[in-house]
Protein backbone atom coordinates (compact mmCIF):
# COMPACT_ATOMS: atom_id res chain seq x y z
CA UNK A 1 0.00 0.00 0.00
CA UNK A 2 2.92 2.56 1.06
CA UNK A 3 4.42 1.70 -2.49
CA UNK A 4 1.14 2.91 -4.51
CA UNK A 5 -0.73 5.44 -2.45
CA UNK A 6 1.95 6.93 0.11
CA UNK A 7 3.97 10.19 0.27
CA UNK A 8 7.39 7.67 -0.53
CA UNK A 9 5.34 5.86 -2.89
CA UNK A 10 6.48 5.99 -6.36
CA UNK A 11 3.23 7.78 -7.48
CA UNK A 12 4.06 10.87 -4.91
CA UNK A 13 7.62 10.81 -5.93
CA UNK A 14 7.18 10.82 -9.61
CA UNK A 15 4.26 13.83 -8.96
CA UNK A 16 7.44 15.54 -7.15
CA UNK A 17 9.36 15.11 -10.28
CA UNK A 18 7.06 16.42 -12.87
CA UNK A 19 6.83 19.39 -10.42
CA UNK A 20 10.64 20.18 -10.42
CA UNK A 21 10.13 19.49 -14.10
CA UNK A 22 7.91 22.54 -14.08
CA UNK A 23 9.93 24.65 -11.92
CA UNK A 24 12.96 24.22 -13.48
CA UNK A 25 11.91 25.05 -16.96
CA UNK A 26 10.25 28.42 -15.93
CA UNK A 27 13.58 29.31 -14.31
CA UNK A 28 15.65 28.13 -17.36
CA UNK A 29 12.92 30.56 -19.61
CA UNK A 30 12.76 33.04 -17.23
CA UNK A 31 15.71 33.84 -14.89
CA UNK A 32 18.69 34.92 -16.50
CA UNK A 33 22.00 32.43 -16.34
CA UNK A 34 24.33 34.97 -14.31
CA UNK A 35 21.68 35.19 -11.63
CA UNK A 36 21.86 33.62 -8.15
CA UNK A 37 18.93 32.14 -6.55
CA UNK A 38 18.68 31.73 -3.03
CA UNK A 39 16.58 28.35 -2.02
CA UNK A 40 15.99 26.61 1.18
CA UNK A 41 16.67 23.29 -1.17
CA UNK A 42 19.76 23.42 -3.02
CA UNK A 43 18.01 21.03 -5.28
CA UNK A 44 20.85 20.74 -8.41
CA UNK A 45 17.90 19.42 -10.61
CA UNK A 46 15.89 22.77 -10.38
CA UNK A 47 18.86 24.63 -11.04
CA UNK A 48 21.51 23.15 -12.55
CA UNK A 49 22.64 26.12 -14.50
CA UNK A 50 22.31 28.76 -11.93
CA UNK A 51 23.96 29.80 -9.26
CA UNK A 52 22.91 29.04 -6.01
CA UNK A 53 22.80 29.94 -2.32
CA UNK A 54 21.21 27.73 0.52
CA UNK A 55 21.07 30.05 2.82
CA UNK A 56 20.73 33.73 4.32
CA UNK A 57 20.42 32.32 7.66
CA UNK A 58 24.02 34.68 8.52
CA UNK A 59 25.06 37.42 8.26
CA UNK A 60 27.75 37.13 5.91
CA UNK A 61 25.65 35.50 3.27
CA UNK A 62 23.24 38.38 3.49
CA UNK A 63 26.16 40.73 3.37
CA UNK A 64 27.68 38.18 0.09
CA UNK A 65 23.88 38.68 -1.38
CA UNK A 66 23.78 42.33 -1.01
CA UNK A 67 26.91 41.99 -2.87
CA UNK A 68 26.61 40.35 -5.94
CA UNK A 69 23.69 42.89 -6.52
CA UNK A 70 25.37 45.79 -6.10
CA UNK A 71 28.84 45.25 -6.95
CA UNK A 72 28.46 42.62 -9.25
CA UNK A 73 24.91 43.60 -10.88
CA UNK A 74 23.87 40.16 -10.67
CA UNK A 75 19.49 39.81 -10.40
CA UNK A 76 18.92 37.97 -7.56
CA UNK A 77 15.78 35.90 -6.63
CA UNK A 78 14.47 33.47 -4.21
CA UNK A 79 12.83 30.17 -4.89
CA UNK A 80 11.31 28.10 -1.79
CA UNK A 81 7.99 27.35 -0.14
CA UNK A 82 5.24 30.12 -1.13
CA UNK A 83 4.93 32.49 1.88
CA UNK A 84 1.65 34.59 3.01
CA UNK A 85 2.15 37.86 4.30
CA UNK A 86 3.28 37.66 7.39
CA UNK A 87 6.29 34.95 6.70
CA UNK A 88 7.43 37.85 3.86
CA UNK A 89 7.48 40.38 6.35
CA UNK A 90 9.66 38.38 8.63
CA UNK A 91 11.96 37.56 5.70
CA UNK A 92 12.09 40.99 4.45
CA UNK A 93 12.71 42.18 7.86
CA UNK A 94 15.80 39.95 8.12
CA UNK A 95 16.96 41.46 4.23
CA UNK A 96 16.17 45.13 5.20
CA UNK A 97 19.42 46.24 6.82
CA UNK A 98 20.86 45.30 3.66
CA UNK A 99 18.61 47.17 1.15
CA UNK A 100 17.51 43.79 -0.20
CA UNK A 101 13.73 43.04 -0.17
CA UNK A 102 11.32 40.35 -1.85
CA UNK A 103 9.27 41.91 -4.87
CA UNK A 104 5.91 40.51 -5.35
CA UNK A 105 5.56 36.76 -6.70
CA UNK A 106 6.58 35.59 -10.02
CA UNK A 107 6.11 32.23 -10.62
CA UNK A 108 4.43 29.44 -8.47
CA UNK A 109 3.95 25.53 -8.32
CA UNK A 110 2.35 23.49 -5.60
CA UNK A 111 3.95 24.62 -2.54
CA UNK A 112 7.12 26.59 -4.29
CA UNK A 113 7.36 30.00 -5.70
CA UNK A 114 10.02 32.52 -7.36
CA UNK A 115 9.99 36.35 -5.95
CA UNK A 116 12.90 38.82 -7.23
CA UNK A 117 15.34 39.81 -4.69
CA UNK A 118 15.23 43.53 -4.80
CA UNK A 119 18.27 45.77 -4.40
CA UNK A 120 16.93 49.18 -2.70
CA UNK A 121 18.43 52.65 -4.37
CA UNK A 122 20.20 53.09 -1.00
CA UNK A 123 21.82 50.16 -1.11
CA UNK A 124 23.15 50.58 -5.13
Do not use: C
Not at 33 to 44: R, S
Not at 63 to 68: I, N
Amino acid sequence: RAMIGGPESIFAKAHTLRGYDQIATWIRANIPDEAIIVTPKGDKYIWPHRYVMTTLGTDESRRALAYFGAEEGRPLFYAGVSMHALQKQRFNDSLASYGLSLGDQLFSHADISVYPIILSVAHE
